[in-house]
C-alpha cells in the first residue's frame, strides 16, 4: 500500500477506495499537522484490516470461522459507535 491509500480487493471486493479518503481529509481541513494526523490514523487503519484479512484469508478454511466470527463483532461495535457519533452530530 503506498501513502495514497491505494485501492485493495479480494474477491474482487474493494476493501477501500483511498484517494475518497485523501480527497475527503483535504476538503475538511486545511491544518497540515491535523491531515498527517488524520492521514496516518486512516493508513494505519487500512494497513492492520488488510493485514488481517490476508492472515485469515490463508488459514485453513476449518479455523477461519470462530475468528471471523470475532472480527464481526469487533466490526459491528465500530460501526455502532461511528452510527451513535453521527447521530449526535
Known sequence: ??????????????????????????????????KVLLEDNVRGIIDEAETLYSYIHDMPKDKRKKLLLAYSKILEQIKKNIDKMLRES
Open 1 to 34: 500500500m503506498n501513502s495514497k491509500f491505494e485501492s485493495t480487493s479480494h474477491s474482487g471486493g474493494s476493501l477501500i477506495t483511498g484517494e475518497s479518503i485523501v480527497s475527503l481529509i483535504d476538503s475538511i481541513t486545511s491544518n497540515a499537522e491535523e
